[in-house]
């Protein structure tokens, strides 16, 4: 009888042993703070201890993990470091602002993310995924995490913006790489709390790339409200046109709706990109599972033509998407901050206290996962899917500030991985040796370069 090989254990750094100096955590944090962590971490429910900054709590409790993102979220605003990293890149953006302005931007952006809307997205997903994948057609060596950028902005571009985006495609994925290298790290003098006034290397090394954004999106709107002028009844009702409705008194400023349209440029596509670029990766360096997924694909394809229904059809590929997503989470650590001091069970979380729910821990929690730094799909298959705490799996977040896109990212990732798995085998290489890197997102140092062939 045959046995299915032992499973993939794909590469993450080894929980430390021994904690870091001061000075080597702010080394660590700098270039990757996925190397930070240490065995208790990953084993013991929740961490309170006192870091460079001041009190730390780190929450790996599904019921702890629960009171600070929905039972009592009113008293946990987002954290301090996390703000002084994103809001130079974001502003007023969904991800980080808060109060009045974040609920007039949730309530202006629902609409776009209905379950309507979303599978009305399922045909442009289709339709620019098969357009993409003509450039694999004579097979050869690519990277494949910067092609999946390139895919999920043209994704982006198509359903949001109504393929209307300033910019060329090509630049504009070399500069979201550029701005996540620079100004997407924590700045060690954001970890001591120095003051504002002190200047930040890293942002001012990403001043240029960070003006790129701003004018893509200022031409963007600019051409919008052109084409609103010329022609009202042909502009098309999508992401853009709606945020520019809700502008007003009551509304969102001008200011808002740029800052929320950079959110969605940058951080909308970046997180499904990686999240896909790690799953054809985990699937190249296991066959067995590849084949099941491939079969399934072929199996869906040729019977069903709605790419509305494959979500719900491909199990296996579904399951594959959210391993990966389990073991390389696009968001890796969810930080906040409580606004007054209070007692969950025994622990004590004092007013201003770093609180950290870091799927990229949780997801690898000895006491939450058998085998937990293995590629193993089977966790999410029918029937061990719904076994799962909901609060020990977190690759879009919880609570009011769940990922509002979650969606829209999971049908347009399984539209994707149909049309490519089904077209194409994708192998690893000599060269192709990852490395997870905390940035804005978990990024493959190095890249994935990928053998893709056709099939």
């Not at 045909?123 to 690519?142: N, V």
């Not at 090394?205 to 031409?219: E, H, L, N, P, Q």
């Not at 909901?390 to 500030?401: D, E, I, S, T």
Request: aromatic share 8%; proline share 9%; with cysteine.
């Amino acid at each position: 009888m045959d046995t299915q090989p032992a499973p993939f254990v794909p590469p993450a750094p080894k929980p430390r042993t021994s904690p870091p100096s001061t000075l080597e955590m702010i080394r660590i944090v700098y270039r990757n703070p996925l190397e930070l962590w240490g065995e208790q971490t990953y084993n013991e429910p929740w961490i309170s201890a006192n870091g460079a900054g001041g009190p730390l709590v780190i929450a790996n409790d599904p019921g702890l993990i629960r009171h600070v993102l929905v039972d009592n979220a009113r008293n946990y605003k987002m954290a301090t470091v996390r703000q002084k990293i994103l809001r130079p890149i974001l502003r007023d953006g969904l991800l980080t602002a808060e109060g009045e302005v974040w609920k007039r931007s949730r309530k202006a952006m629902a609409p776009v993310f209905t379950p309507r809307h979303i599978f009305g997205f399922a045909q442009p997903m289709l339709k620019r995924t098969r357009e993409f994948a003509t450039r694999y057609e004579a097979g050869g060596t690519s990277d494949i995490a910067h092609d999946m950028t390139m895919l999920t902005y043209d994704i982006l571009a198509e359903t949001l913006f109504s393929g209307e985006i300033a910019g060329e495609q090509g630049s504009f994925a070399n500069e979201i790489d550029r701005l996540f290298e620079t100004m997407g790290r924590v700045d060690p003098l954001d970890l001591l709390r120095a003051p504002d006034w002190l200047p930040r290397l890293t942002r001012i090394r990403g001043r240029k790339t960070m003006a790129y954004f701003r004018k893509i999106v200022t031409d963007t709107v600019n051409m919008r409200e052109e084409k609103v002028r010329r022609d009202p009844d042909a502009v098309p009702q999508d992401f853009l046109t709606l945020l520019l409705k809700a502008e007003g008194p009551e509304g969102l400023t001008r200011a808002e709706v740029e800052d929320n349209i950079i959110t969605f440029i940058g951080a909308g596509h970046e997180t499904t990109a990686r999240a896909l670029g790690w799953t054809l990766y985990c699937l190249a360096e296991s066959p067995w599972e590849r084949n099941r997924v491939e079969q399934e694909i072929d199996h869906v394809l040729a019977r069903e033509a709605d790419p509305t229904k494959w979500l719900d059809a491909m199990p296996l590929t579904r399951a594959a998407f959210e391993e990966a997503l389990r073991l390389y989470p696009p968001a890796p650590s969810i930080n906040r901050e409580p606004i007054v001091p209070e007692m969950w069970k025994d622990l004590y979380i004092p007013k201003h206290a770093a609180v950290l729910v870091m799927p990229w821990v949780v997801h690898r929690h000895r006491k939450l996962w058998d085998r937990p730094d293995a590629f193993l799909p089977e966790r999410f298959h029918p029937g061990n899917r719904e076994k799962i705490d909901r609060f020990q799996y977190l690759p879009f977040g919880a609570g009011p500030r769940v990922c509002i896109g979650a969606s829209f990212a999971m049908q347009e990732a399984i539209i994707a991985l149909a049309i490519l798995l089904s077209r194409f085998r994708f192998d690893v290489t000599a060269e192709t040796k990852p490395w997870p890197v905390q940035k804005l997102t978990t990024q493959p140092q190095g890249g994935l370069p990928m053998q893709v062939t056709p099939r």
